[in-house]
Protein backbone atom coordinates (compact mmCIF):
# COMPACT_ATOMS: atom_id res chain seq x y z
CA UNK A 1 0.00 0.00 0.00
CA UNK A 2 3.01 2.36 0.85
CA UNK A 3 4.11 1.84 -2.80
CA UNK A 4 0.73 2.62 -4.35
CA UNK A 5 0.76 5.67 -2.26
CA UNK A 6 4.06 6.70 -3.38
CA UNK A 7 3.42 6.21 -6.72
CA UNK A 8 1.01 8.11 -6.68
CA UNK A 9 2.92 11.10 -5.29
CA UNK A 10 4.72 11.01 -8.17
CA UNK A 11 2.03 10.38 -10.75
CA UNK A 12 0.67 14.15 -8.79
CA UNK A 13 3.86 15.62 -9.57
CA UNK A 14 4.02 14.52 -12.93
CA UNK A 15 7.05 12.41 -12.68
CA UNK A 16 5.48 9.98 -15.08
CA UNK A 17 8.14 7.78 -15.98
CA UNK A 18 9.12 7.09 -12.18
CA UNK A 19 5.15 6.83 -11.19
CA UNK A 20 4.91 4.28 -14.14
CA UNK A 21 7.27 2.29 -13.00
CA UNK A 22 6.50 2.52 -9.39
CA UNK A 23 2.90 1.52 -10.28
CA UNK A 24 3.87 -1.58 -12.28
CA UNK A 25 5.86 -2.70 -9.34
CA UNK A 26 3.12 -2.25 -6.97
CA UNK A 27 0.72 -4.25 -9.12
CA UNK A 28 3.34 -7.43 -8.96
CA UNK A 29 3.48 -7.14 -5.30
CA UNK A 30 0.03 -6.85 -4.46
CA UNK A 31 -2.02 -9.24 -2.96
CA UNK A 32 -5.58 -7.43 -2.69
CA UNK A 33 -7.10 -7.79 -6.23
CA UNK A 34 -8.54 -4.33 -5.86
CA UNK A 35 -5.43 -2.83 -5.07
CA UNK A 36 -3.76 -4.57 -7.62
CA UNK A 37 -5.71 -3.47 -10.26
CA UNK A 38 -5.44 0.73 -9.18
CA UNK A 39 -2.08 0.23 -9.46
CA UNK A 40 -2.33 -1.13 -13.29
CA UNK A 41 -4.93 1.41 -13.62
CA UNK A 42 -2.40 4.53 -12.47
CA UNK A 43 0.10 2.38 -14.08
CA UNK A 44 -1.82 2.63 -17.72
CA UNK A 45 -2.57 6.38 -16.84
CA UNK A 46 1.36 7.36 -16.35
CA UNK A 47 2.02 5.38 -19.50
CA UNK A 48 -0.26 7.13 -20.99
CA UNK A 49 1.02 10.52 -19.88
CA UNK A 50 4.03 9.37 -21.45
CA UNK A 51 2.51 8.41 -25.27
CA UNK A 52 3.45 4.91 -24.54
CA UNK A 53 0.25 3.24 -25.06
CA UNK A 54 2.30 0.17 -25.78
CA UNK A 55 3.19 0.23 -22.28
CA UNK A 56 -0.26 1.01 -21.44
CA UNK A 57 -2.36 -1.27 -23.16
CA UNK A 58 -1.60 -4.64 -21.17
CA UNK A 59 -2.20 -3.57 -17.93
CA UNK A 60 -5.12 -2.35 -19.12
CA UNK A 61 -5.89 -5.79 -20.67
CA UNK A 62 -5.30 -7.70 -17.21
CA UNK A 63 -7.68 -5.47 -15.24
CA UNK A 64 -10.45 -6.86 -17.96
CA UNK A 65 -9.70 -10.19 -16.80
CA UNK A 66 -11.15 -9.70 -13.92
CA UNK A 67 -14.82 -8.98 -15.01
CA UNK A 68 -17.21 -8.27 -13.54
CA UNK A 69 -15.40 -8.01 -10.33
CA UNK A 70 -13.02 -5.68 -11.21
CA UNK A 71 -14.31 -2.00 -10.00
CA UNK A 72 -11.96 -0.60 -12.63
CA UNK A 73 -13.26 -2.55 -15.85
CA UNK A 74 -15.28 0.39 -16.96
CA UNK A 75 -12.29 2.71 -17.15
CA UNK A 76 -10.03 0.24 -18.53
CA UNK A 77 -12.38 -0.23 -21.53
CA UNK A 78 -12.88 3.72 -21.67
CA UNK A 79 -9.03 3.96 -21.99
CA UNK A 80 -8.47 0.93 -24.56
CA UNK A 81 -10.90 2.73 -26.86
CA UNK A 82 -8.87 5.65 -26.83
CA UNK A 83 -5.82 3.95 -27.44
CA UNK A 84 -7.67 2.15 -30.43
CA UNK A 85 -8.88 5.37 -31.95
CA UNK A 86 -5.35 6.69 -31.31
CA UNK A 87 -4.31 4.03 -32.94
CA UNK A 88 -6.77 4.59 -36.04
CA UNK A 89 -9.49 1.33 -35.44
CA UNK A 90 -12.50 2.68 -35.27
CA UNK A 91 -14.24 -0.26 -35.84
CA UNK A 92 -12.04 -1.20 -32.31
CA UNK A 93 -12.50 1.20 -30.40
CA UNK A 94 -16.43 0.99 -31.52
CA UNK A 95 -16.61 -2.96 -30.04
CA UNK A 96 -14.65 -1.67 -26.59
CA UNK A 97 -17.21 0.39 -25.79
CA UNK A 98 -20.28 -1.60 -26.66
CA UNK A 99 -18.32 -3.94 -24.56
CA UNK A 100 -18.64 -1.62 -21.90
CA UNK A 101 -21.91 -0.74 -22.46
CA UNK A 102 -23.15 -4.38 -21.95
CA UNK A 103 -20.53 -4.94 -19.06
CA UNK A 104 -21.69 -1.64 -16.97
CA UNK A 105 -24.69 -0.62 -18.03
CA UNK A 106 -24.96 1.45 -14.33
CA UNK A 107 -21.48 3.06 -15.00
CA UNK A 108 -20.96 6.65 -14.39
CA UNK A 109 -19.25 6.96 -18.10
CA UNK A 110 -22.05 5.40 -20.00
CA UNK A 111 -23.54 9.01 -21.30
CA UNK A 112 -20.24 10.09 -22.24
CA UNK A 113 -19.64 6.53 -24.14
CA UNK A 114 -22.86 7.01 -25.91
CA UNK A 115 -21.43 10.43 -27.09
CA UNK A 116 -18.01 8.91 -28.19
CA UNK A 117 -19.93 6.30 -30.18
CA UNK A 118 -22.27 8.23 -31.71
CA UNK A 119 -19.53 10.52 -32.86
CA UNK A 120 -17.20 7.08 -34.03
CA UNK A 121 -20.17 6.33 -36.33
CA UNK A 122 -20.35 9.58 -37.48
CA UNK A 123 -24.01 9.92 -36.39
CA UNK A 124 -23.29 13.37 -34.76
Known amino acids: MIAIATAEGLLVRRHYRDAAIQFVQAAAAAKDNDLRDRARM ?9 HDD ?9 ILKGIPE ?3 G ?4 SMLAD ?3 R ?5 GALKILNSLLVNYP ?5 P ?12 A
Open 42 to 50: NGAVAFIEL
Open 83 to 85: IQV
Open 106 to 110: RSILV
Open 74 to 77: DRSL
Open 87 to 91: RGDTP
Open 54 to 62: VSAEPLLVE
Open 112 to 123: SVRDRIRVLRGD
Open 70 to 72: TIY
